[in-house]
């Protein structure tokens, strides 16, 4: 049973359009990370959150820990967004890591 | 800067070969990892070592095992394999304390196919 929501999970965007992304987990966590595969199977850590709001260029990543609920948002898309976002969590138990099943975004010119 | 290296990228096996996958990290992390990559699932974790000379089951071992043969390196292990192992396989590193806080360095994977 995968504990770790994610939606959509599939997504074709304009370019120029603000997206989001969603994820929900089921239990308490100790932190929360969002990752990019790239369609080259490559994979890498996007950000780290525990609390609040954290922003890097044009990707915003918020949580909630009440709602257990964090987005991501990119603005003003680009094709080179194109890529899968995961959403994964680590549980307050343990350094273990649970992955969302991923959304798979397309920004079309 | 190599970060995570992992070896082979692809491999065919036949039913019942073994065969071990290498990962290696240049950045002094305590905590490996070993992840299986499946359609329409999520990264799944098989093993994982939280520092050198200690190994933990994950969600789905059946059928790996693993060796942290010393701080950078971390080898998984299919004895013999079996279709149902076909998958891309990811190694990650990251560093403690709290390595869920810190963030997960991936390999590029292994594509691993068996007929």
């Known amino acids: 049973k995968n504990e770790v929501e994610q939606s959509p999970q599939n997504l074709t965007a304009q370019e120029g359009e603000f997206i989001t992304i969603n994820c929900s987990y089921s239990?308490?966590?100790?932190?929360l990370h969002w990752l990019q595969q790239h369609p080259g199977g490559g994979i890498v850590s996007l950000f780290m959150l525990s609390s609040g709001k954290k922003k890097h260029g044009r990707l915003i990543a918020t949580i909630n820990i009440q709602e257990k609920h964090s987005s991501l948002h990119i603005t003003a898309s680009h094709p080179r967004d194109s890529a899968v976002y995961i959403c994964?969590?680590?549980?307050?138990?343990?350094?273990?890591?649970?992955f969302g099943t991923g959304t798979s975004l397309t920004v079309i010119p | 800067n190599a970060g995570v290296t992992q070896t082979p990228k692809f491999q065919v096996l036949k039913t019942g070969q073994s065969m071990t996958l290498q990962c290696a990290q240049d950045?002094?992390?305590?905590?490996m990892y070993w992840y299986r990559q499946d359609p329409g699932m999520g990264l799944r974790l098989i093993y994982y070592?939280?520092?050198?000379?200690?190994?933990d089951k994950g969600e789905v071992p059946n059928g790996y095992n693993v060796s942290r043969l010393n701080k950078r390196e971390f080898s998984l292990r299919l004895e013999s394999a079996a279709p149902s192992q076909t998958s891309v396989y990811f190694c990650a590193s990251s560093g403690t304390p709290q390595a869920g806080h810190q963030p997960q360095h991936f390999g590029d994977g292994t594509r691993l196919s068996i007929l």
């Open positions: 239990v308490g966590i100790s932190a």
């Open positions: 070592s939280a520092s050198e000379g200690t190994t």
């Open positions: 950045m002094n992390h305590n905590s």
């Open positions: 994964a969590v680590a549980w307050n138990t343990g350094n273990q890591f649970y």
